[in-house]
């Protein structure tokens, strides 16, 4: 095990290398300003001889590197294990973070993750060891914490299999997360294909102060574009804003740009930037980033007329943007504190708090935890302690261990914090909380990113909040969201203020830098033997999806008509199924648990049209047309399969019989997602023909051997009296991905092409 990947800087200096030349040349042929985004995507395409088309074309890329978290990872390597390379391609590493089961405290949480993970933890070792891959331990951090502090780089583009992988545009890289299935292009060395995003200008004006933090702007962005808001677009932030916000404040609203639906979020390099580059040990990569500075950021004409630049511009001003609370169960029900008690009350939310949770890959910089520590200190000298459990997630080693050295953690602690494991914990459902029995409504406050319901501790009673960690330690104290703390709090019958939090941006003395938890790749990995037990329930090798046939697709029964939000938390739900994450067969039990069917009484279950047998669960019935050899659509609303990158949500509908989902729009990842796996995506070219659709109609796509690009794709329709009607439905597939399709899924493609 070592301190520090010794390698990252290199990589991005040798990158830098050839920067200005990739540019020049791409200059040459559009003569016209660049924006960020731009400059990096055409840094890294692969150029096919006609330019791409915004919102229209698919291109492919080459990107810089491959970040896995540890439940993704298991999937995603069993799949580049099936393609036959002896090492991955570009620079990868897997963190140990989403499997950490948060109940009592970090160290024993921790003790009970390594012995209940041993298994994967084994797997993912052993993989890395043998594929040249990074590795990084159980308690090291959160993916996207550590890839701040050690790999991103301004001007690069990196994917990860993680929805919150854009946290790296903090540092001005084009991060995008993607699922398990595109990450095994890039590591077997295929380019990566994503739609040539559309923009979005955010121009930030003025300095924010007092209580507003970088989190605030992401918040009230989130109320005015809407969860949907960003989908298919680069969110590009500039003006004279941008400066006066940290690398980590910017990664914080680029991490949450995820919310919004947008392909990823960046901001221009700038000092901020360098400051923090330099302070985790890249002082190379700053000075040669300020070098290259206007290669960097967007051309001037572009920040000076962003209306021809960009699809929409939204402005923002920094110095009256209140703190703000988002929720509950969508972070774009934003509103101002001052605004939050009236709204509390008018929607009949539970007004008492359960608990205060603050940290997680979104909001532990240093800088978070010492705002949120200043709060603490101020409330310790007044006598106050938090009324309610107030946890926090520290977001890396490197971190936690600093914010003890500099007495942060003490400062928590003293009002009654406390710390858990560097790891997602109650972020992503991993919260044994044992207060409130599931089903009772009750509130809880976090500096997260994502509140859908049961998101944090898979409890539907429960109506999350997201606020800034300084915010959200401030409830901590008066307990009730009705009670305002930044207007003053009630202590022995006197209203006593908090002064605004103030806190250093880096920490002076530097970052503590034993703190490590890494193994760096071998060498030669190839006398490795990957560690998978026989008998595993965790793990099992794949095997490939049968290859479709025309019969495949005429008569297929609907296994559900998805009413409202259909995420990828209600197809494949996460908290205690992560642990089936690399076992297909079992994780499957878990399809469509959380989505609510118009044809059913109860979410999760189905009506059979075989037997006539209702309130059946969905996974249940699936794998009941399955073993009648009979195949299966399902039907969703507006941005179907939104929220995380998971290819569960498209392996499990693909391993249970599903052949088509259609729907009225997708969410990008997930319907790429399907498009690997050989499920095919449709849409509705009419919209309302969702509404026509009933419960024992059965689907048919009786011309789909005539499936092309940018051709609809005739449906069938025939009701229980036998009446037939038609219509139309779009796709999106690529010539490429139809040669996916017909071979049954990406992968099927892949190995057949590495095999001689
Ligand atoms: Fe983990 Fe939550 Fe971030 S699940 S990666 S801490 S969004």
Redesign the pocket.
């Known amino acids: 095990m070592e301190k520090f990947p010794a390698d990252a800087e290199d990589g991005a200096l040798a990158y830098y290398a050839h920067l200005e030349a990739r540019l020049a040349g791409i200059r040459e042929r559009l003569r016209r300003p660049l924006s960020l985004a731009e400059k990096i995507l055409f840094a890294h395409w692969v150029d096919r001889g006609r330019l791409p088309v915004p919102g229209a074309s698919t291109e492919a890329f080459h990107p810089d590197r491959v970040a896995m ?1 540890d439940a993704t990872a298991q999937m995603a390597l069993l799949q580049f294990m099936s393609a036959g390379r002896a090492e991955v391609a570009v620079p990868t590493t897997v963190h140990c ?2 499997l950490i089961r948060a109940r009592v405290g970090a160290r024993e949480d921790l003790r009970i993750a390594e012995g209940t993970n041993e298994e994967v933890y084994a797997f993912l070792a052993s993989v890395a060891a043998k594929y040249g891959i990074g590795f990084w331990q159980p308690g090291s951090g ?3 914490q550590v890839v701040l502090e050690h790999y991103a780089f301004p001007g690069g583009l990196m994917i990860g299999t ?3 992988t854009p946290n790296a545009g903090g540092l001005g890289m084009l991060a995008i997360g993607v699922g398990g299935a595109d990450a095994v292009d890039v590591l077997v060395g295929m380019p990566w294909e994503l739609q040539w995003p559309k923009r979005i200008g955010v121009r930030l004006v003025g300095r924010p102060s007092g209580w507003t933090s970088g989190k605030d702007v992401i918040l009230r962005l989130a109320g005015l574009l809407t969860t949907s808001g960003g989908t298919g677009h680069i969110i590009e932030y500039f003006g004279p804003g941008t400066a006066s916000l940290s690398a980590t404040a910017k990664a914080t609203i680029t ?1 949450m740009g995820a919310e919004l639906g947008a392909t990823t979020s960046v901001f221009p390099f700038d000092e901020r930037m360098a400051a923090y580059l330099e302070k985790t040990g890249r002082a190379r990569l700053a000075a040669r980033a300020r070098a290259l500075a206007p290669h960097l950021t967007a051309d001037a004409e572009v920040t000076a007329h962003p209306d021809e630049a960009f699809d929409r511009v939204v402005t923002i001003d920094l110095a009256t943007l209140e703190p703000h609370v988002v929720g509950p169960h969508t972070p774009d029900l934003a509103r101002p504190v001052s605004a939050l008690a009236d709204d509390v009350r008018a929607h009949g939310y539970p007004e008492t708090l359960q608990a205060a949770l603050i940290g ?3 909001n532990s910089s240093y800088e978070d935890i010492g705002r949120a520590a200043h709060v603490a200190r101020q409330a310790r000298a007044l006598g106050m302690k938090a009324r309610i459990p107030f946890l926090v ?1 520290p977001g890396s080693e490197q971190v936690r261990a600093t914010i003890e050295r500099d007495g942060l953690l003490a400062d928590l602690e003293a009002i009654g914090a406390t710390v858990l494991a560097n ?3 109650p ?2 459902g991993q919260w044994q909380r044992e207060d409130v029995a599931a089903g009772t409504p009750n509130s809880i406050l976090t500096s ?3 509140n859908f319901p049961r998101r944090n501790d898979g409890n539907p009673g429960t109506h999350a909040f997201i606020a800034s960690p300084e915010v959200v330690t401030a409830y901590a104290l008066t307990g009730s969201l009705s009670e305002n703390p930044l207007a003053g709090i009630a202590v022995d019958g006197k209203i006593v203020s908090l002064a605004p939090p103030v806190a250093d941006e880096l920490p002076a003395a530097g970052f503590v830098a034993e703190a490590g938890g890494y193994t760096s790749p071998r060498e030669d990995g190839a006398a490795v033997t990957v560690q998978i037990r026989a008998d595993s329930e965790r793990l099992s090798l794949l095997a490939p999806f049968p290859a479709p046939t025309l019969e495949d697709f005429q008569g297929l029964p609907i296994l559900l008509k998805a009413a409202g939000k259909c995420t990828t938390d209600h197809i494949s739900a996460a908290g205690p199924w992560l642990k089936y994450r690399g076992h297909l067969d079992r994780i499957s039990d878990n399809l469509f648990m959380g989505a609510t069917n118009a044809f059913a009484d109860a979410p999760g279950t189905g009506f059979d049209v075989v037997t006539q047998e209702a309130g059946v669960p969905l996974a249940r019935l699936a794998r009941a047309y399955k073993a009648r050899g009979l195949g299966w659509v399902a039907v969703g609303d507006v941005n179907y399969g939104e929220g995380s990158s998971r290819e569960h949500a498209a392996m499990s509908p693909r391993y249970l019989g599903g052949r088509v989902i259609l729907v009225r729009s997708f969410a990008r990842i997930h319907e790429t997602n399907l498009k690997k796996q050989g499920v095919l995506p449709l849409t509705f070219a009419d919209p309302g023909d969702y509404d026509r659709l009933k419960r024992d109609d059965r689907v048919s796509l009786p011309d789909i051997r005539a499936l092309a690009p940018g051709v609809p794709v005739p449906v069938v329709i025939r009701g229980a009296d036998g009446g037939t009607w038609e219509m139309r439905a779009h796709h999106t597939l690529t010539a490429e991905q139809i040669h996916w399709f017909w071979a049954g899924s990406a992968l099927n493609l892949m190995g057949a092409r590495a095999r001689p």
């Open positions: 978290q973070d989403h959160i993916i996207h993680d929805s919150h991490n997680s890959c979104t997630t790891a997602c914990g972020c992503i997260y990113n994502r």
